[in-house]
Every structure is written in structure tokens, then in C-alpha cells.
């Protein structure tokens, strides 16, 4: 494949960025996680306290990709097919019809707000549609549009009243994406934009056809046998006896680095993974994938600094 469609890439991701920018102030590590999830055909999982634009950020980046975006408000009471939809009944030319009405989860983009509030029953819901890219009501199966993106997210605070999401479910989740409070610098500049009357917006810079060709195009980014067998090598340090690890990472793990690493790789307009791609996203890759000891856990470690020792250690 010619250098040239991948530098040309570099350039589409550029006036994304700098679109979704006019909107969201910093936070330039967590939009590209979120890109990159996308491109990856996969889903993210946000962590970050309250106010963050966490919602803003995904309806933001919905807009510029022109994909139909739904939100989900996650509440103990909230049933699965408040999420899938249901059955209703309706009079056609006096007779009683079943009609199935789509419920949020038939977005290309859906946020799932604070999932772990949600019952597993529901939290559950949400698996097939996540996986299979489809929703089973009944005895009837109904496609997702493509593409498809689910970015759920939980507050490391407030854990009264709330359901963790099992390991076996955050395991479906490519990325686990940090949010962290802006700078002063960041945070003047979003005073001054959302203290005006002009409320700033963002156009169409990609279209949903260009989208599916860009996942496309991620698979084709070529990778080096060498770092292809030391990412492996870096998810098996995850398994192997540790004082510091519980639990380490599943192959998806392996296939999830790799293929972040190849959508990090075309957004900076690169026809090659590097190893700087594959240590930066080993880290979202991995903090969700592992489970640490009760030991690390009490000396306050995080999942962040046992995946930069491992880092540092597989060469």
C-alpha cells in the first residue's frame, strides 16, 4: 500500500483534532484513545470524577464523524429494555399488531453513563450488542448499524449503591481511558469559552463511509515481526508468578495492543508500528486487564506503574 494514503491520513486526522478542539479544551490523550477505540472497531471505558465533559467529548466526536450518537443515563432502575428496546402494541386497521420499537443502544455512538450503576442484569444487556454488534429481543435478532462504539463510563468516586463491572466484561473493552483534571492554562481558556453567548461547534469532517474505510485501513498498517513478538512477550510478563500481579491479561489483550498501536500508527500518518506505539498503548490496553495483588493494592501501587516496570524489563 502507498506511503502516500497514510501521510494523507495524517492530514484527516489533523483537521479532526483540531475540529473536536474548537469544542473540547485539552484532553488530547483521551480524544485519541477515543479515535483510536473507534478505529479499532472496539469500545472504550472512561474513568474520571464528575464535570469533565466526558459526554460533551463523545457527542463532540460523533458530530465530526457524522454518526448518530445516543446517550444512556445508567440507574439501578434501569432495565434492558430501556437499553435493547421492546415489543408495543398497535391498532392497524382494527387489528392488534406487535411493533418493535429500538431502544438508545441502535446509535453508532452510544454513551453508557456511570455502567456500573446499572444492574448486571442490564450491565449484561449490553454484552451481545458490544460483541456480536447486534440486539436479540424475543425470538428475533436485529443488526446494528456499522459502525458501532460503546464508550462507558465510571466514577472512581461515589462507589456506594453501585455494581463493578466483572472482569470478564471489562475484558471486552479495548481501552480504559483516564480523564484527568485540565490545567490552569486549559482550564482559563474554558471559562472564557463557555462564559460567552456564542457556544462554540464543530462540522462534519469525516463522513460514516470514510469511517468504515479508515477501520479498514487499520488492519492494513504493517508491523514488525520483532514488535509484534515483544508485545506478546509483554502481555505473557503480565501472567507470569509477580509479587505485584494477581491476575494478568487474556490474548485479547495481545490483539488489542497491536491493533491500537497499528490505529495510533495511521493517525500520526506512518505506514509502520513502532515500539513507542506499542508502549504508549500498552498502558489502556493493560490497566483493565489486570488484577493486582491485595499486597500492591495496600501499598497503594497502580496498575499504570506494574505495566511500566514490565515495560522497562521486556526488551
Request: contains cysteine.
Amino acid at each position: 500500500m502507498s506511503d502516500e494514503i497514510f501521510k494523507g491520513s495524517k492530514g484527516t486526522f489533523k483537521e479532526l483534532t483540531d475540529e473536536i478542539g474548537k469544542v473540547i479544551v485539552g484532553q488530547h490523550e483521551a480524544v485519541e484513545q477515543i479515535l483510536i477505540a473507534i478505529l479499532c472497531n472496539s469500545h472504550g471505558l472512561v474513568e474520571s470524577v464528575p464535570g469533565l465533559a466526558k459526554t460533551l467529548t463523545i457527542s463532540t466526536i460523533s458530530k465530526a464523524l457524522d454518526l448518530k450518537f445516543n446517550r444512556i443515563q445508567c440507574t439501578p432502575d434501569l432495565m434492558p429494555s430501556d437499553i435493547t428496546g421492546t415489543y408495543i402494541i398497535e391498532d392497524v386497521g382494527g387489528k392488534k399488531q406487535y411493533r418493535f420499537e429500538p431502544g438508545p443502544i441502535f446509535a453508532n455512538i452510544v454513551l453508557a453513563d456511570e455502567i456500573n450503576r446499572a444492574s448486571p442484569k442490564t450491565q449484561s444487556a449490553m454484552l451481545e450488542s458490544m460483541q456480536e454488534k447486534q440486539v436479540t429481543v424475543g425470538n428475533k435478532t436485529y443488526p446494528l448499524d456499522k459502525p458501532f462504539f460503546v464508550l462507558a463510563t465510571q466514577n472512581p468516586i461515589e462507589m456506594e449503591g453501585t455494581y463493578p463491572l466483572p472482569e470478564a466484561q471489562l475484558d471486552r473493552f479495548l481501552l480504559k481511558i483516564l480523564m484527568d483534571y485540565p490545567t490552569v492554562e486549559d482550564e482559563g481558556e474554558i471559562v472564557n469559552r463557555y462564559t460567552k453567548n456564542i457556544v462554540p461547534s464543530v462540522r462534519q469532517v469525516v463522513s460514516k463511509s470514510e469511517v468504515l474505510e479508515l477501520q479498514k485501513l487499520t488492519r492494513d498498517v504493517p508491523i514488525a515481526e520483532d514488535i509484534k513478538n515483544r508485545t506478546i512477550k509483554i502481555v505473557f510478563a503480565t501472567r507470569a508468578k509477580s509479587e505485584h500481579i494477581e491476575y494478568g491479561a487474556s490474548p485479547r489483550a495481545s490483539i488489542g495492543i497491536i491493533l491500537a498501536a497499528k490505529a495510533r500508527a495511521l493517525m500520526r500518518g506512518r505506514n509502520y508500528v513502532s515500539a513507542e506505539d506499542i508502549d504508549a498503548m500498552a498502558y489502556p490496553v493493560l490497566r483493565h486487564r489486570i488484577i493486582l495483588t491485595f499486597e500492591s493494592e495496600r501499598k497503594g501501587m497502580t496498575t499504570d506503574q506494574v505495566i511500566s516496570d514490565i515495560l522497562k524489563t521486556v526488551k
